[in-house]
């Protein structure tokens, strides 16, 4: 008889999240419930007053890592999330804050 190992599905997000998500710990909050996610990827400020993130992994794990987007940390006030497939955008070993854009 055969033995299946079953790999977790692998996919890469890009998100971009509007509301008050700027200087309420949104990008360190984002990191450390990546880390503790085990999902890779980075995360930055944008000039446009949003947070834009790209976040890599087990498909269950990043969904987690959205959801917790829809609110953020508790000084937030998140709007929305709009969610765009980033397949393809190469391969991380960490998760990161990046400078603003």
Same mark, same amino acid.
């Given at each position: 008889?055969?033995? +299946? ?8 997000? &890009? !998100? =971009? ?8 710990? +949104?990008?360190?909050?984002? &990191?450390? &419930? ?9 995360? @930055?400020?944008?000039?446009? %007053? *949003? ?8 498909? +269950? ?10 609110? #953020?940390?508790? %000084?937030? =006030?998140?709007? @929305? ?6 397949? #393809?955008?190469?391969?991380? #070993?960490? +998760?990161?804050? =990046?400078? *603003? !854009?």
């Amino acid at each position: 008889m055969r033995e +299946f190992v079953v790999v977790p599905l692998q996919i890469t997000r &890009r !998100l =971009k999240i509007h509301g008050r998500v700027q200087g309420v710990f +949104f990008r360190e909050s984002m &990191r450390q &419930r990546a880390e503790q996610l085990n999902v890779t990827g980075w995360v @930055r400020n944008r000039a446009d %007053a *949003t947070v834009e993130a790209v976040v890599q992994g087990d498909e +269950f794990e990043v969904g987690r890592l959205i959801e917790w987007a829809q609110h #953020g940390p508790d %000084a937030a =006030k998140v709007d @929305r999330v709009e969610v765009e497939s980033a397949e #393809g955008e190469g391969r991380y #070993g960490t +998760f990161d804050k =990046k400078p *603003t !854009l």
